[in-house]
Structure formats: structure tokens, C-alpha cells
């Protein structure tokens, strides 16, 4: 089997008709912990936090931690970002080495620490030059390589289509269309019929992002816009089963059940002790905060829970704080 399969696998046609469902890499948060989460509750893809090409190239330890397999199971999707295409191709192919079999180029991040450099979204402006990167990112790996792209950089400027157009040219294998402009950041609502004129646009995979959080906007969006996958980031904080949740919906009209009470808590835990393994102790435990805030969003005590953990001196004292919040959660339940 030739490696390109990674991405022909994903998009193999399945009996039930309904598309892959993949974890958008998000900074901070898509660590090998999260993401193996994310396969456990059935993301067919998942894809590494963005490393920045040029620290891989000065070998940067973080960015090794980064690039770390969630699952030896998964597909490893890996995600650059950068301005220059030597370095990209040198990133790229150093992650091959390292076990990457996709490798994503990201063209879509709005932050100005980033786009000041003329990476990320910065290259929607840039179509030559992103076409140079694509081009010589795609030449210089054997493992398939895919772009993540907004609409455009602003309204006046919605070149989606012909970035698009330019990927597939340039040996992409897969692109994802975050709906927004750079200029919205993350504000307004996903267009979901612009991504799927983008969809329309090219022949390569197009996988739709932004704004899915619930299994009936996935069907919605997906009906709406013809893609070819779904990429899920924030509807999965803390809720890492809404992958199962939109798989089960997509296929038969209801949603897959909620896992127990008693499985969500086992999985919170058991992620605080992953945290931990992965990124050490200390800054394990400081980083698990950030999720243990989304797992326990909604619940009642939760706000009060999410102040107490960040007083809180120790892991241990975090573990025990949890526990007893999750055996109030449960009580209150039966
Ligand atoms: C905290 C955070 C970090 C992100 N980091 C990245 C990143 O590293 N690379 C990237 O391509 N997109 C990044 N994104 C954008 C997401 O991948 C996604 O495109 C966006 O959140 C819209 O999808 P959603 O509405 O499902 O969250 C990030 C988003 C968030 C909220």
C-alpha cells in the first residue's frame, strides 16, 4: 500500500454514505492527549497544533512534543506553518522523518504574530507565493501533503476559489475550508455556501470547518454545501464524544448516545493523568485546567469548581477537587 493512502483511505467511499469527521488542530489545545480523546470517540482524522517551520528547523524541543502521535493506531497529520518555502519543505520533510504521514500547510491562521510574518492567513494575499510553498512542500515529501485555507483574506477579498484552484495545481490532496474571512477572526457565523462554491471549485477533497457543534448543523452544513468531510474544533472542547455523537446522526438520524456519567468522568480523569505523562507534571497539570473548564461547562457547581482548581496548590489537590465535584455531579444525577 502507497503511503498517499493516509488521505485516499479518509476519503474512501463508506457504506453508509456519510463523511469523515477530523479534529481541527488547534493551538494549545491539540496536544497528543486531546487528540488521541478525539480518535477514541471516533475523529477519523486529527491533526497536530501548527508548528512553526523555522523553530522545527532550529529544533526546538516543544516542537517535537507537538508533533507526537496520539495513537500508534492513527493516522499522524502534522500541520506547518511559515512564509519561506526552503523552510517549509525542510520542516515538512524532517516531520516525514519523524513519522508524519500527512503533513498540513497552514494557510488560514488570523493572528498577527503570525501573519505579520507572512504566514498563515497572510498568504491568502499572496497567491504566487503560496503556490511556491505548496508546490515545494509537496515535491520535497512522499507523504501526502493538504492546506487549510479561510475564504479569503477580507470580503473585498474573497479569493477562496482561486487559492483553491492553485492548491489542487500545486499537488494538494486535500483541502479545508475554514468559512470565514481573516478579518472576521473568529467572529460572525461560518459561511457554509461559500465553502461549498470552494467545494465546487475542485476536483480534490474539500472538507468544510467552522461553527459545528451540534450533529444537526453538521447535517445541515454538510446537505448545504456537498463537502467531502467535516472539521470539528471548538464543538469539541470538552466534548470529545461529539464526533461519535455526529457519526451516529449523519448515518441514522438520531445522534449517538452521551456517554454515562460515570465513562465522562473515568475520561476527564484519566485525561489529567495524561496531561501529566505527556507535558510533566507541573506544566501538565496547569495546561489540564484548561480543558477540565470545558468538561465542566453546564454542569451546576462548575463555575464554582473552575474557580477553586485555579487556587488550587498542587495536581493532587486538583485530582481531589475533581473527584468530589464529579461524585456531587453524579449524586445530583441519580
Ligand atoms: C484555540 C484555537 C487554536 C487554533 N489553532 C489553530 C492552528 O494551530 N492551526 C489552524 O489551522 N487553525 C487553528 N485554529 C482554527 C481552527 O482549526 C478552526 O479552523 C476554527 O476554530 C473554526 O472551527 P470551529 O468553529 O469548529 O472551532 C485554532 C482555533 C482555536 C479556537
Known sequence: MSLSDHVE?????????????????????????????????????????????????????????????????????????????????????????????????????????????????????DERLAGRIMETVAGAVKVPVTVKIRLGWDDAHRNGESMARIAQESGMRMITVHGRTRAQMYSGEADWRAIGAIKAAVSIPVVGNGDVTTPELALKWWKMSGVDGMMIGRGALGRPWLFRQIARYLACGTPGELPSLAERGAVIIDHFHAMMAHHGVRSGHLLARKHLGWFTRGYPGGAAFRDRINHAPHPEAVLTMLREFLDQTMERAA
Request: charged share 20%.
Open 9 to 125: 483511505r479518509l476519503f474512501a467511499p463508506r457504506a453508509n454514505g456519510t463523511p469523515p469527521l477530523l479534529l481541527a488542530p488547534m493551538a494549545g489545545v491539540t496536544d497528543a492527549p486531546f487528540r488521541a480523546l478525539a480518535i477514541r470517540y471516533g475523529a477519523d482524522l486529527t491533526v497536530s497544533e501548527m508548528i512553526a517551520s523555522q523553530a522545527m528547523i532550529r529544533g526546538i524541543a516543544k516542537c517535537l512534543k507537538m508533533s507526537q502521535g496520539a495513537d500508534p493506531e492513527a493516522t499522524l497529520a502534522v500541520q506547518i506553518a511559515g512564509a519561506d518555502p526552503v523552510a517549509m519543505a525542510e520542516a515538512a520533510r524532517m516531520q516525514e522523518d519523524l513519522g508524519a504521514e500527512i503533513i498540513d500547510i497552514n494557510m488560514g491562521c488570523p493572528v498577527k504574530k503570525i501573519v505579520g510574518t507572512g504566514a498563515g492567513a497572510a498568504l491568502l494575499r
